[in-house]
């Protein structure tokens, strides 16, 4: 069935640092790639998107790209704030069916 | 945007007692909802599919009469909790699919904590 995978946390940054999460994804056909974002104690933010391959999904300064090639859609920030501290959740939607969510990333960003 | 909400944000109840959670999709209507739990400092696990007007259908090793879902109108799905236990203490998350839509965003609720003492 559709899988996805993403990198182990805690990751734990300083602010204005580089922020790479990576995601992995197995799936038949071509799924949609979604990054949420959950804050302490709140449900779920959809945070960006993509749909289709090489397409960027950006917000907030987030960006994440639909590799097809790898079934890679890493999210990554410039210079992280304080108040990026969360957890991050990649996720597929395969044709409208349910969603299927990696494990979450908990990022600590300190100041 | 779509905006789902639930009712309550957080419940507290006695072992044994039911509790009756809300999911609502306030500006759409959603011939889809879903309902997923979350344990804490885990990912969110799919526990049911909530269709407007039929029976729901439950993922495997979710116990269809102890977590009761409807599904009457076209921006209400409901989640009871019958009997609960302390095991049963997590956080409830609904999402809900717009009507007419293909490959769409699902738009998630807040979540609803519940504890059973």
């Known amino acids: 069935g559709d899988s996805v995978t993403q990198m182990e946390g805690p990751v734990t940054l300083s602010e204005e640092a580089f922020l790479t999460i990576n995601c992995t994804y197995t799936?038949?056909?071509?799924?949609?790639l979604f990054w949420y974002v959950q804050y302490p104690g709140e449900g779920l933010q959809l945070l960006l998107k993509a749909t289709k391959a090489d397409d960027k999904g950006s917000n907030k300064g987030f960006e994440a790209t639909y590799r097809k090639e790898t079934t890679s859609f890493h999210l990554e920030k410039g210079s992280v704030q304080v108040s990026d501290s969360a957890v991050y959740f990649c996720a597929l939607d395969n044709y409208g069916q349910n969603f299927v969510f990696g494990p979450g990333t908990r990022l600590s960003v300190l100041p | 945007g779509a905006v789902v909400s639930q009712h309550p944000s957080w419940v507290i109840c006695k072992s044994g007692t039911s509790v009756k959670i809300e999911c609502r999709s306030l500006?759409?209507?959603?011939?889809?909802m879903f309902w997923y739990r979350q344990f804490p400092k885990q990912s969110l696990m799919l526990m049911a599919t909530s269709n407007e007007g039929s029976k729901a259908t439950y993922e495997q090793g979710v116990e269809k009469d102890k977590f009761l879902i409807n599904h009457a109108s076209l921006t209400l799905s409901t989640l009871t909790v019958t009997s609960a236990h302390p095991e049963d203490s997590s956080f409830y998350i609904c999402?809900?699919?717009?009507?007419?839509?293909?490959?769409?965003?699902?738009?998630f609720g807040p979540g609803t904590r519940l504890l059973v003492l």
């Open positions: 500006d759409f209507q959603a011939t889809t």
């Open positions: 799936a038949t056909g071509y799924p949609s």
């Open positions: 999402s809900a699919k717009s009507v007419g839509t293909t490959q769409e965003t699902q738009y």
